[in-house]
């Protein structure tokens, strides 16, 4: 088939590229022409695992062409983002633009796929009143559905092919040739639904989460204020063979579990009071953890200036995603505060304010060290040596990612989020 998709970044672009090298012809659009531009050349403007590989054979072989403007074609799939505006309310604007813009191109046969993550009744209430200024008739001659995505930065081209995956058609004709589409190369199950459905069972699968790790964040809170070790108290926890608590940090990130749960307070506001709260709270962990860091460094007061090195920027490790990561956050809640100098390390990205592509220059007589992200590259930096660079010697570990005795070892001051000053366990958690 010839399939125009809408929007090329995190999902799109792997979406088009697997869709191309399984035999399909692929127009892909996107507004931002260098992000058109790259891909033509089979080149990639995001990172993840083997994705240059599959775009590089898709476009040479000539299946996948990247445009600015969509044409006709068989299937048209809708990838746009949909972000949260500053009152926490869905902004529609792209996925409207990208449905009007295809209205030209449908005739009868197409199918028309909604993946953005979208709040409940779009396809009913945005999409089919667009779909109908073409004049076909929808199920008959036009086949409409919902399919999200459900994949994890760093494996979407595994969990493409692997993961289930949900089609909510607006009749079972509509979803019986969504499926025969997606089974190209879908090995998971496929669930037929109709579209609220499926727009609801996106939201919740993120909203667990988000709660989830609400729970932890609170719990690391309070296992600080009572003294005791909440990573040690999770694993423990964790033992039981119905319990799964997830892992705190300094908030949430990505386009999906920070976003999603307020579509759903939107669309209920005064029967979300649980997931409106777990939003709250982790929305509030840069601020938390701020205020740790003025704690910490206002015990040294032997320089005016302090130094703060922080440790990966992105929402998650060994990916270049920032969407929406608290560690943006937390840069904003510091830069504000005229006694700090702030320095960031993170080799996943290219180009942000107060990048340092040398790790010594970042380290040189840095106050404190927060690591932020647990990319892998920060497990095996030469310690010792950063705490000779160090001016005061202080580490603020938000993940648990490092050797709480090595660090002791090397002479750093160390602190972990969720760990109480006077924890007995600290020492000799099992899992560090």
Not at 101 to 125: A, H, Y
Not at 265 to 287: C, F, G, H, W
Request: hydrophobic share 40%; charged share 25%; with cysteine.
């Amino acid at each position: 088939m010839k399939i125009c998709i809408l929007g090329l970044g995190y999902i799109g672009l792997p979406t088009a590229a697997m869709f191309a090298t399984h035999g399909h012809k692929i127009i892909g659009v996107d507004v931002n022409e260098n992000i058109v531009d790259t891909i033509n050349l089979a080149k990639i403007h995001i990172e993840e695992p083997f994705l240059d590989i599959l775009v590089q054979g898709a476009v040479r072989s000539g299946n996948l062409i990247a445009r600015t403007t969509p044409e006709e074609a068989d299937v048209f799939i809708i990838a746009v983002p949909t972000p949260i505006t500053e009152n926490k309310k869905a902004d529609m604007r792209y996925v409207i633009s990208a449905a009007e813009s295809i209205v030209p191109f449908l005739k009868e046969g197409n199918m028309v796929v909604l993946e953005s993550t979208s709040p409940p009744g779009t396809v009913e209430k945005i999409i089919i009143p667009i779909l109908k200024k073409c004049a076909l008739e929808m199920g008959t001659q036009l086949f409409v559905a919902y399919s999200p995505e459900r994949v994890l930065p760093g494996r979407i081209l595994i969990e493409l092919v692997e993961n289930n995956r949900i089609i909510g058609g607006v009749n079972r004709k509509s979803a019986e040739l969504v499926r025969d589409l997606y089974k190209t190369f879908v090995r998971g199950e496929i669930f037929f639904t109709d579209p609220a459905t499926a727009e609801t069972t996106k939201l919740i699968e993120n909203t667990f989460r988000d709660v989830n790790i609400a729970f932890a964040n609170e719990l690391a809170i309070i296992c600080e204020n009572l003294g005791i070790n909440v990573w040690e108290v999770i694993e423990l926890a964790n033992k039981h063979p119905r319990v799964n608590v997830h892992q705190p940090g300094p908030g949430v990130g990505g386009h999906c579990i920070a976003v999603d749960p307020w579509f759903l307070v939107e669309a209920q506001p005064e029967l979300t009071t649980l997931i409106r709260t777990s939003r709250n709270i982790n929305d509030s962990m840069p601020l938390y953890v701020y205020n740790k860091i003025n704690s910490l460094l206002s015990i040294d007061t032997t320089r005016e200036k302090k130094v703060i090195t922080v440790l990966g920027l992105t929402y998650k490790p060994n990916v270049d995603d920032i969407r929406e990561s608290p560690v943006i956050e937390l840069i904003n809640l510091l830069e504000k505060n005229k006694d700090y100098e702030i320095r960031i390390l993170d080799p996943h990205i290219r180009e942000c304010k107060y990048l340092y592509n040398n790790p010594e220059h970042a380290f040189a007589d840095s106050d404190l060290v927060v690591l932020a992200v647990n990319h892998d590259v920060f497990k095996n930096l030469d310690y010792d040596k950063i705490y000779a660079q160090m001016g005061s010697k202080n580490i603020l570990d938000l993940r648990n990612a490092l050797d709480k005795g090595k660090m002791v070892k090397f002479g750093f001051n160390y602190s972990c989020l969720g760990w109480g000053t006077k924890s007995l366990s600290a020492n000799n958690c099992t899992t560090h």
